[in-house]
């Protein structure tokens, strides 16, 4: 991102997605946190180890999410962060105890709302650490404006409010901007990995987003359909800087 890393804002993420980390990266850089992952155990200590996150964001459907939290919370107070949050797709009551059993500060079903995700993150590390952090209500990615806290986004055309699913599946877009992000990504992202790639509710909801962004259907300006593979965010290069907001 090009910023210096300011004091307390490191975020670790434990994943089996790098389209997750993506998703995690857009949504954290609302409250100023960098973001870096690992896809394995001995990555993920050795990362922790060498770079002290402050949070940790741990894929519970992972094979060494258990391992790593019990590791993390026997270690706390020795460089391991303060505040874990942990990622769970079941939502029974099974999953919820053994991820609170486990240490877990807190947990955020997947799929979430990037507010959400903010929201815990702020919170936990607050009462973690007892220092306040401020949201940045908004964030630009190439000609896409991303309010979080007023759930809008504004281009040279409109300023739309958005609904839960018109915020993920626009911050979706936005955290790969100029790539293309298939059909099967965003219905696991958005609806979970029940729900069939062929449906035509990602259809629905881009045809809706389009809708309110002013974004000619035909000849879409924002929102590329990409036929056979998915939909693309045309605001140019993925990274994105703070907005004034």
């Keep these: 991102m090009g910023d ?30 960098v973001v870096r992952a690992a896809g394995t155990l001995v990555e993920a200590r050795r990362l922790i180890a060498g770079w002290r996150p ?12 258990g391992q790593l939290l019990a590791g993390l919370v026997a270690s706390r107070g020795e460089g391991a962060p303060n505040t874990i949050l942990g990622l769970v ?16 500060t807190d947990i955020v079903s997947v799929p979430f709302t990037p507010d959400e995700l903010v929201a815990r993150a702020v919170a936990r590390s607050r009462r973690a650490t007892g220092r306040s952090r401020a949201v940045v209500p908004t964030v630009v990615v190439g000609e896409v404006e991303l ?7 504004r281009t040279e055309t409109a300023v739309v409010h958005l609904t839960g699913l018109d915020q993920s599946l626009l911050y979706l877009l936005a ?3 100029g790539e293309v992000v298939t059909r099967q990504e965003i219905c696991a992202a958005m609806w979970g990995d029940g729900l069939d790639a062929m449906s035509t ?16 259907d035909r000849e879409p300006r924002l929102i590329a359909t990409v036929p056979g593979r998915g939909y693309r965010l045309e ?9 004034s907001g």
Excluded: N, W
Excluded at 55 to 62: R, V
Excluded at 235 to 243: I, L
């Design 175 to 177: 955290s790969r901007a």
């Design 201 to 216: 509710i990602v259809d629905r909801q881009v045809r809706s987003l389009r809708v309110k962004l002013q974004d000619d």
């Design 89 to 104: 797709r079941r939502h029974d009551l099974a999953t919820t105890l053994r991820t609170f059993a486990l240490g877990a």
């Design 4 to 33: 210096p890393e300011p004091a307390g804002c490191r975020a670790f993420v434990l994943h089996d997605s790098a389209l997750l980390v993506d998703r995690v990266e857009l949504a954290l850089h609302h409250a100023r946190f």
């Design 235 to 243: 605001a140019g290069a993925a990274a994105f800087e703070a907005g």
């Design 54 to 65: 402050d949070l940790a964001i741990l894929d519970m459907d992972h094979p060494d999410s």
């Design 147 to 153: 309010d979080i806290v007023g759930r809008e986004v």
